[in-house]
């Protein structure tokens, strides 16, 4: 049987840190049948860990040999025990999976892994578990279970609807709550409601399809049917919240950011017993009119003190989407932070 050597890692720099050119070998017991899973297609797992650790992976009959100076080949004899263990437990690891690992890594809390991987809120109908997969996101779904009021805001991608959208089924097939009402905004870019065809519930459908989506995935189209027929599910515009009190209701407020203070304020005043009410957002993907202050942004200023309520600010590191997705949420917060520098508003201040 012959070693595979995928690439020889040399001494570098890293910070105020010196790494030794001294070689450690570390051996870590790796099962065939977690091989494929771990290492990735034509090995890419393996060169991404290598390039970033600048270390050298040998695998051979079931051992995978690390060589590098004894920081790093600590570093990923940790992270395979990480990873392997994470494969154990049924996971597809993912390119996305290892590049979070290795950024767990650098900040020493690559055992938080294991304890994200162990957070399951549901299964879909396929079968398929639901868990956070980022600390940004597990913190999240802890502070839904502890607190009444939760806000979740973060940019596109970060499992805000999707996450809450599972606790709210979680906690009706619990009988933890009579109902789950879904609300956002009828409001889009460059649309108007009056201008589509059919009445008004087809004219509030389109805006209302992520969350059937979402709902079709985890609960399955004939349950969502049969709960929406008996009035258990409701989905529907903010608008219809006005003059209600839900209570024993999981209610779910999606694209917060597109409600004006006033909604905002009618929304969370709807609020009964025994309800828990989750409100997500995402304060960089406005499509109200120009001028109209958002509702989130008052909201998070207004209620950030008071007990029973939470802010959860997820970040461009808890997109799990397509990897291309984070690089363009990364893209547009350089690009508006720049915009918005000290130094460029006092040179646009001193042009008018």
Known sequence: MRWRKIFIGCSQKKGNLQMSNNIMEALVDLPAEHERNIFGQFDEHLKIIERTLNVTLIARDGVLKILGNSFRTDQAKRLMLQLLELSKRGNMITKQNINYALSLLMEEKESA????DSDLICNTIQGRPIKPKTLGQKNYVDQIRKNMIVFGVGPAGTGKTYLAMAMAVTAFRNEEVNRIILTRPAIEAGEKLGFLPG?????VDPYLRPLYDALYQIMGPESFAKNMERGLIEVAPLAYMRGRTLDNAYII??????????QMKMFLTRIGF???VIVTGDASQKDLPSGTTSGLDVAMKVLKKIEGI???ELTSKDVVRHPLVQKIVQAYDA???????????KNYDNIH
């Open 253 to 262: 407020l999606d694209e917060a950011q597109n409600t004006t203070p006033a």
């Open 335 to 345: 690009y508006e932070k720049k915009l918005n520098s000290p130094r460029r508003k």
């Open 113 to 116: 892994l294991t304890e994200i």
């Open 199 to 203: 009445d008004l519930q087809s004219k």
């Open 274 to 276: 025994g309800s828990k």
């Open 310 to 312: 939470s802010f959860c």
